[in-house]
């Protein structure tokens, strides 16, 4: 069953810093490019990041460039988002998802999706 599990979200506040993971197990994970998408209250849900199956290539949203960064461990079928100065804008639920296709994946076409963990960026 292929499946991916997010953890690490949280409240912190402006300017804080978070890292989520996203777990993967079911597939040959380093077949898969892996994404992070994000829903916010009243909003649809966007593309944040995506990382190549390899970790050669990355892409980011506009909206996190220079703040977030992907990374993947393929020995531990692991990939990380690590969030630095956030902003309450950030506020949302974080998905990880997974794609053999890395361009289909930044486009939005999904193959596995995680249950989702809450990120709050709050005073």
């Known amino acids: 069953q292929l499946q991916l599990v997010e953890s690490g979200g949280g409240l912190v506040q402006p300017g804080g810093s978070l890292r989520l993971s996203c777990a993967a197990s079911?597939?040959?994970?380093?077949?898969?490019?892996i994404g992070w998408f994000r829903q916010a209250p009243g909003k649809e849900r966007e593309g944040v990041s995506c990382?190549?199956?390899?970790?050669?290539?990355?892409y980011y949203a506009d909206s996190v460039k220079g703040r977030f960064t992907i990374s993947r461990d393929n020995a531990k079928n692991t990939v990380y988002l690590q969030m630095n100065s956030l902003k309450p804008e950030d506020t949302a639920v974080y998905y990880c998802?997974?794609?053999?296709?890395?361009?289909?994946?930044?486009?939005?076409?999904?193959?596995?999706w995680g249950q989702g963990t809450l990120v709050t960026v709050s005073s």
């Open positions: 079911g597939f040959t994970f380093d077949a898969y490019a």
């Open positions: 990382i190549s199956n390899s970790g050669a290539t990355t």
């Open positions: 998802a997974a794609d053999p296709y890395f361009r289909a994946l930044v486009a939005g076409s999904v193959e596995v």
